[in-house]
């Protein structure tokens, strides 16, 4: 049962970070850490909430083992502060399609785990899934890597890396409760305003920069993480690492619904591929549910 509700809370999660795009748009001329810090001091409230209505004292955050709290930290905090240095410091195609490698790397990395093993349809799934990705992030736009941007897409990389490991590691911490992401956030958010103060202007938010920068906490900034890592815990990895790859796609769909993009023909062709990789690299469970049916 617990495996079911995993996988379905990770397309939840996935369906929310479509929203991340939108939102971020709206969210205007908010520095990127003073919005990460207001996203994650969000996130961390939904957490308290959540502390309250299991009943749970505070001060159980200070029982959660301390390599959870690393792995924690530096998958949330550690992702965005290297992305944000890569979009920084290399052109926003590039270390976006580098960093569109998590998806991937979780598939992979998960053939590391105990009682976990790669199948063809995993892997063929997921490569078609990239391919679809990437298509997105290009659109009808050139691609060109520039010895000269290395450190950019190597930050990239490490945010990549630093994703998809928090992801197949926190597979492995079944022992500690989802409640404890409460804690990562609260630590993000005072490290998300600490680099604010440091790399940053003070910035006062309009309403509806505000709002929106409300609404990433809500949801792919924030809320979304603790369905994430029910997700992980208790799901398959291998067919959630695929599935997010339709984040970026829904995403897209997303902007060309409230008309803030267009519907081309590279934008198309990526939904078939994303759509068909995420069909194949679920198959197992597809058959499930035909049988499902039928004995029904």
């Known amino acids: 049962m617990n495996h079911t509700k995993g ?9 929310s970070w479509s929203s991340l795009a939108l939102f971020t748009v709206y969210s205007g001329k908010i520095p990127a850490f003073l919005l990460l810090t207001i996203s994650f001091s969000v996130a961390s409230i939904i957490g308290l909430l959540m502390l309250l209505k299991q009943r749970r004292r505070l001060r159980e955050l200070l029982n959660v083992p301390l390599k959870a709290y690393i792995v924690g930290v530096v998958g949330l905090f550690g992702y965005h502060f290297f992305y944000f240095l890569a979009i920084k410091n290399a052109p926003a195609v590039e270390a976006n399609l580098i960093n569109y490698l998590w998806p991937l790397l979780i598939v992979v990395f998960s053939a590391l785990l105990p009682n976990e093993k790669l199948k063809w349809f995993h ?10 990705a990437f298509l997105l992030v290009l659109k009808d736009g050139s691609l060109e890597f520039d010895a000269k941007y290395t450190l950019g897409y190597s930050f990239a990389l490490v945010a990549a890396l630093l994703w998809s490991s928090y992801s197949v590691i926190s ?5 500690v409760p989802t409640f404890a992401v409460t804690g990562f956030c609260i630590l993000t958010a005072i490290f998300s305003f600490t680099s604010h103060l440091i790399f940053e202007q003070m910035y ?23 369905l994430w890592d029910f997700a992980l815990k208790n799901g398959d990895i291998k067919v959630l690492g695929s599935l997010a790859y339709l984040a970026p796609l829904l995403s897209t769909l997303l902007l060309v619904v409230v008309g803030i993009s267009n519907m081309t023909t590279t934008v198309a062709i990526a939904c078939v591929l994303i759509i068909l990789g ?19």
């Open 171 to 175: 597979k492995t911490l079944t022992h």
């Open 123 to 132: 892997i063929v799934g997921t490569i078609l899934a990239l391919a679809g």
């Open 7 to 15: 996988n379905i809370l990770g397309l939840i999660t996935i369906l």
């Open 278 to 296: 995420s069909i194949i690299s679920s198959k197992q469970y597809l058959r499930l549910i035909k049988n499902y049916i039928f004995k029904s």
């Open 204 to 226: 006062l938010p309009t309403f509806v920069e505000f709002i929106s920068a409300i609404m990433l906490g809500l949801g792919p900034v924030g809320g979304a993480f603790y």
